[in-house]
């Protein structure tokens, strides 16, 4: 089965770096394939979109956003990009619920489900992050904690497909993974409530949180993981096509 590989560049990087990333990605077969996705900071995607469009070398990559307007119609709010704009730039993912923005930014459940909403209305695919800290972990709630998250999904009416992303909260940016028989453990555990709760969506689990070009290989192996969200690692672009080339 071929693995999505999806590049979170987080707030990182700038307009040189990053246009010479893409150039790399276009240039390189082990990332320039369809089951790449990559997110870059979204005041660069019109730039990337415009920059991509050689015919005699076209991008297969797919590109994401890594947030989008809470608010569904475009009108007065000042800063935001609405899911129709990102649409209108032909973005396919958007990323949603990073621990990052629960935590820093204060994204409630209410805001999570009006971005996943838009984001489905403007046919794009949201990648729904979800993750326990290392207390919920230790206090072995991590299921419990999980399967809550998850259950926001089943007030989306006409979701059809679903990327989830579980990010433990401890594993990101620190170094530490954990165990494959923990990723495996939760893997199987998502599928199944997702399955009993919306059984109907097409989902996909993706596992984020200190995948290197040393662990994503035997990460990649896990049976029913479709794939893996990349921090820190896809800034460097030798890394990167590392783990591309065993998706
Ligand atoms: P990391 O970040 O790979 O740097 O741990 C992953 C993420 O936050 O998506």
Not at 83 to 111: F, K, N, W
Not at 118 to 129: A, K, Q
Request: net charge neutral; charged share 15%.
């Amino acid at each position: 089965m071929t693995k999505l590989c999806v590049a979170n560049w987080k707030m990182q990087g700038n307009l040189t770096q990053i246009v010479a990333a893409f150039n790399y990605y276009q240039n390189h077969v082990e990332i320039n394939k369809t089951n790449i996705v990559i997110a870059p900071p979204n005041i660069y995607l019109s730039t990337i979109k415009l920059l991509t469009t050689d015919k005699n070398n076209p991008i297969k990559f797919k590109i994401g956003a890594q947030d989008l307007s809470r608010f569904a119609n475009n009108g007065a709010y000042t800063g935001e990009i609405s899911g129709a704009m990102l649409q209108e730039l032909g973005i396919d993912y958007v990323i949603i619920g990073h621990s990052e923005r629960r935590e820093l930014l204060l994204e409630t459940d209410t805001i999570l489900l009006a971005k996943i909403k838009n984001c489905r209305h403007n046919n794009m695919i949201p990648i729904f992050c979800i993750g326990e800290n290392l207390l919920v972990r230790e206090n072995k709630q991590y299921l419990t904690f999980l399967q809550i998250q998850l259950d926001l999904l089943t007030q989306v009416n006409d979701l059809n497909q679903i990327i989830v992303a579980y990010e433990p909260i401890w594993a990101i940016g620190s170094g530490v993974t954990p165990t494959l028989g923990e990723i495996d453990q939760v893997t199987d555990f998502i599928l199944e409530y997702m399955q009993k709760i919306l059984p109907c969506v097409k989902i996909t689990i993706l596992y984020g949180g200190s995948v290197n070009s040393k662990n994503a290989q035997s990460i990649l192996t896990i049976k029913n993981l479709g794939g893996v969200l990349i921090g820190s690692a896809a800034l460097n672009n030798q890394e990167f096509l590392t783990i591309c080339s065993y998706a």
